[in-house]
């Protein structure tokens, strides 16, 4: 040992003054007073390089200690651990003096990592992982150290080296993406995932699913490292792979679950109670107040409803992401675990196999893959006896798609018709059988034949609740689909004459309008017809404002001829003078006489004659009445041709409209249309589940169809192929439902106990009792009593008849 080492717990102080400092105190003066021990400083660091150098001999020469075990001393591996922890504490006051310990101490752990005693190691990472926590230590240059260090067994170790990797990486994105950072830190990952040796293949898979479960590494390079774990030589590794991509939806939900506050949890069971009858009170039942307290409830209600909607749709549109959704070449993907599945030199357990054969339905439905030998595979496994079978059939109808031919689909759905659907089956297996081929036609109509789909809707009288329910989707999918199929009882009446049709194989709608824009159409539609039915004359009406308005025309190009027209006659052919009295009696005077003109049928002469005699008396009544006489002529055939004029422009408007909006001249959608879409589409989803009053979807029960990329984003869960399958419990089982009946029962009495027993309160003769009385009542009471016994020891003796013959 050199002559200045000192032990770690006193240190003097030197030059200072004489007494004894533990490192701890000296640690604390060194921050607050750091040009003052700069001597102490040098003293101690000279120290860590001594026991650095002695620890590496001793070390080298296999040196043992006092007490006779192998490796290095104690005694030397705790005064490096403390000293190197101290220096790490205080590197940040000494840069120039402690510009070197941070490499010092990064290449002693390299080098000698996997060597040192438990504790020292620990000490040593834990003193590294400070430097680097203030940015002292740069983590590309010692990820591949904490990564390695995780494998050595040490679990104390591994869980402090996994949690910084972790936690450094999301600091160092948390405001934004280092992309050439991380690009360094992904490729040590990778490579270190492509290794051959499986403990450290494991560690790097565990670091990666972790940083892309917490979405940090969230992009297309590490999905496609994860996924490329699939083949790995090592079992173990397949295994974690496969599990994660197929548990990745479970992660998800359990993330946005603890996320989500309690506030957001409970409008979820209101928006389940909302029913016609509600919104019918919340209108016109109760008071003014409660009224109000009952809308106010609705509201929240169909808020929490529009969240859950909108947070369903974040998840099935481009936001929701998996691995498997980022795949480079699924196509490649999907084959090569096919093949791996079907040629592995090994065999694997059954368990395995379904998880490969999930992973690689699941692959072909989200990218709609055509791996045509895939589908004869599950053939050997589709028996209601097998193990798992739910699982199988739900993997089977994931794979299925509408690019898939159905030639290749027929013989594994001939498979589950023949062996599930059954007169001499179990219910449960033909539920299930009968759920699957719904799930199947769903995504290929195509496969269904007449014959089999009316001798499956037979099965709608099964007495088994599971069977008769299945059955009946069946039979509301095909009134949706193609009607045809059924027999005209089982059509429904508003499928009757329904000619709805499936697509043929590789046949594809293409969008020609804005999605959304036919129930704006629509909207506009129905607002023209409310109108027309309020206003039954519309037409004539709007006739009558042309005619009009071209009278106007004629009277303001003829305003110039003359001022006093200008007060005389209006559109509506009434007077607009500002002399009403005048006008008034001037109008009578004129009607009088068209009706001596009516009933005299004088001559056109003695018309003139009469007109010139009352213009000399009436003054102003002439004009008017000439120009009265000239608009009334000409009226009637102003009126016919408009009317025949704007009908002819509404129909050949219907006629050359087409798909174009009616609302907008050149072909484009404002803002406002694209609000009010957006409204009609909320609207039809409230509409669809009941909660709107005056909708005439509010009481159908249509089978909504989903479309081709809904169903391919959708997971299938193997529990909804069982609905209403009720499962034979296990002995255990009914004896813990027994138990848990038995709970809120108190414990056995007698009948006449029970009666006895109250559950209110005391009665009121029993509270009369009870009540402190008056001392006066207290004497006429007991006087009372008194003169009632006498009396009836009086009768006692009278009232005595003897015993009984027959006793």
């Known amino acids: 040992m050199s002559s200045h080492y000192m032990t770690p717990e006193p240190l003097s102080a030197s030059g200072r003054s004489s007494e004894k400092m533990s490192l701890p105190t000296l640690q604390s003066k060194m921050k607050c007073d750091p040009e003052g021990y700069e001597t102490e400083l040098l003293l101690v660091y000279n120290q860590f390089k001594s026991s650095l150098e002695l620890f590496k001999q001793q070390a080298d020469l296999g040196f043992k200690s006092v007490t006779g075990s192998g490796g290095s001393d104690p005694t030397v591996a705790k005064d490096l651990a403390d000293r190197a922890l101290f220096l790490a504490h205080v590197t940040p006051f000494y840069p120039a003096q402690l510009a070197q310990f941070p490499s010092q101490l990064s290449e002693f752990l390299h080098s000698s990592a996997r060597t040192l005693p438990s504790g020292l190691r620990l000490h040593v990472a834990q003193a590294l992982i400070l430097l680097m926590n203030r940015k002292m230590v740069d983590i590309a240059d010692n990820l591949g150290l904490f990564m390695e260090i995780q494998t050595y067994g040490d679990k104390a170790l591994k869980t402090l080296a996994y949690n910084h990797v972790i936690h450094s990486i999301k600091r160092m994105n948390m405001k934004h993406k280092n992309e050439a950072k991380n690009r360094v830190l992904q490729n040590v990952l990778f490579r270190m995932l492509q290794l051959e040796d499986e403990t450290k293949a494991k560690r790097a898979l565990i670091t990666l699913r972790e940083l892309h479960r917490r979405k940090v590494w969230f992009d297309e390079n590490t999905a496609n490292a994860i996924c490329s774990a699939c083949f790995h030589p090592s079992s173990r590794i397949m295994i974690a792979c496969l599990s994660f991509l197929l548990d990745y939806e479970k992660i998800e939900e359990e993330d946005d679950s603890d996320a989500s506050s309690s506030d957001e949890d409970t409008p979820i069971k209101s928006h389940l109670a909302i029913n016609r009858e509600d919104i019918y009170k919340a209108h016109h039942k109760g008071t003014l107040a409660s009224k109000k307290k009952k809308k106010a409830k609705l509201q929240r209600a169909i808020r929490s409803l529009k969240k859950q909607q909108r947070i369903t749709s974040e998840k099935s549109t481009s936001n929701y992401h998996t691995p498997l959704n980022h795949l480079r070449d699924p196509q490649e993907f999907a084959e090569k675990l096919f093949s791996r599945l079907q040629n592995s030199t090994r065999v694997e357990r059954f368990e395995v196999k379904m998880m490969m054969l999930k992973v690689v339905a699941r692959t072909i439905g989200l990218h709609r893959l055509v791996l045509l030998n895939f589908y004869p595979y599950f053939i050997n496994y589709i028996t209601p006896h097998?193990?798992?079978?739910?699982?199988?059939?739900?993997?089977?109808?994931?794979?299925?798609?509408?690019?898939?031919?159905?030639?290749?689909?027929?013989?594994?759905?001939?498979?589950?018709?023949?062996?599930?659907?059954?007169?001499?089956?179990?219910?449960?297996?033909?539920?299930?059988?009968?759920?699957?081929?719904?799930?199947?036609?769903?995504?290929?109509?195509?496969?269904?034949?007449?014959?089999?789909?009316?001798?499956?809707?037979?099965?709608?009288?099964?007495?088994?609740?599971?069977?008769?329910?299945?059955?009946?989707?069946?039979?509301?999918?095909?009134?949706?689909?193609?009607?045809?199929?059924?027999?005209?009882?089982?059509?429904?009446?508003?499928?009757?004459?329904?000619?709805?049709?499936?697509?043929?194989?590789?046949?594809?709608?293409?969008?020609?309008?804005?999605?959304?824009?036919?129930?704006?159409?629509?909207?506009?539609?129905?607002?023209?017809?409310?109108?027309?039915?309020?206003?039954?004359?519309?037409?004539?009406?709007?006739?009558?404002?042309?005619?009009?308005?071209?009278?106007?025309?004629?009277?303001?190009?003829?305003?110039?001829?003359?001022?006093?027209?200008?007060?005389?006659?209006?559109?509506?052919?009434?007077?607009?003078?500002?002399?009403?009295?005048?006008?008034?009696?001037?109008?009578?005077?004129?009607?009088?006489?068209?009706?001596?003109?009516?009933?005299?049928?004088?001559?056109?002469?003695?018309?003139?004659?009469?007109?010139?005699?009352?213009?000399?008396?009436?003054?102003?009544?002439?004009?008017?009445?000439?120009?009265?006489?000239?608009?009334?002529?000409?009226?009637?055939?102003?009126?016919?041709?408009?009317?025949?004029?704007?009908?002819?422009?509404?129909?050949?408007?219907?006629?050359?409209?087409?798909?174009?909006?009616?609302?907008?001249?050149?072909?484009?959608?404002?803002?406002?249309?694209?609000?009010?879409?957006?409204?009609?589409?909320?609207?039809?989803?409230?509409?669809?589940?009941?909660?709107?009053?005056?909708?005439?979807?509010?009481?159908?029960?249509?089978?909504?169809?989903?479309?081709?990329?809904?169903?391919?984003?959708?997971?299938?869960?193997?529990?909804?192929?069982?609905?209403?399958?009720?499962?034979?419990?296990?002995?255990?089982?009914?004896?813990?439902?027994?138990?848990?009946?038995?709970?809120?029962?108190?414990?056995?009495?007698?009948?006449?106990?029970?009666?006895?027993k109250k559950l209110g309160g005391l009665s009121n003769k029993q509270k009369e009792h009870k009540k402190a009385m008056p001392l006066v009542a207290k004497r006429a009471k007991v006087a009372k009593s008194r003169v009632e016994k006498r009396k009836k020891q009086q009768l006692s003796g009278k009232n005595f008849r003897g015993k009984k013959a027959w006793k």
């Open 386 to 756: 097998q193990n798992g079978v739910t699982e199988l059939l739900a993997a089977a109808v994931q794979a299925c798609h509408d690019m898939v031919p159905p030639d290749a689909v027929e013989p594994l759905f001939k498979q589950i018709v023949n062996k599930f659907i059954d007169d001499r089956a179990q219910p449960e297996a033909i539920a299930v059988g009968l759920n699957t081929t719904r799930e199947i036609c769903l995504r290929m109509p195509l496969l269904m034949t007449e014959d089999l789909l009316q001798d499956l809707a037979l099965y709608k009288k099964s007495h088994t609740k599971a069977v008769s329910v299945a059955a009946r989707s069946l039979i509301g999918l095909f009134r949706e689909l193609n009607p045809s199929l059924l027999i005209k009882k089982d059509r429904g009446r508003q499928h009757v004459d329904s000619k709805a049709r499936p697509k043929a194989y590789g046949e594809a709608d293409v969008l020609s309008n804005v999605p959304g824009l036919d129930l704006l159409k629509h909207d506009d539609d129905n607002g023209e017809s409310d109108d027309d039915d309020d206003d039954e004359p519309s037409v004539r009406g709007t006739d009558e404002m042309v005619a009009s308005s071209d009278d106007e025309g004629l009277q303001i190009t003829n305003t110039d001829s003359g001022s006093e027209d200008d007060n005389m006659i209006s559109e509506d052919g009434d007077e607009i003078d500002e002399n009403d009295s005048d006008v008034s009696g001037d109008e009578d005077e004129v009607e009088a006489e068209d009706e001596d003109e009516d009933e005299e049928e004088n001559t056109e002469d003695e018309e003139e004659e009469f007109d010139n005699n009352d213009a000399k008396d009436g003054g102003s009544g002439v004009k008017e009445n000439i120009a009265k006489k000239r608009k009334f002529a000409d009226f009637d055939t102003q009126l016919n041709d408009a009317e025949a004029s704007l009908r002819t422009l509404k129909r050949l408007a219907k006629e050359n409209m087409g798909p174009a909006p009616s609302d907008s001249t050149d072909g484009f959608l404002s803002n406002e249309d694209f609000r009010r879409i957006k409204e009609l589409k909320a609207k039809q989803r409230l509409a669809q589940q009941g909660l709107l009053k005056k909708s005439s979807d509010a009481k159908s029960t249509a089978f909504k169809i989903p479309t081709s990329d809904e169903l391919s984003i959708k997971r299938i869960d193997p529990a909804k192929l069982e609905v209403h399958v009720k499962r034979r419990m296990t002995k255990e089982e009914k004896l813990a439902l027994v138990k848990a009946g038995r709970e809120d029962r108190g414990k056995y009495m007698a009948r006449a106990a029970v009666k006895q």
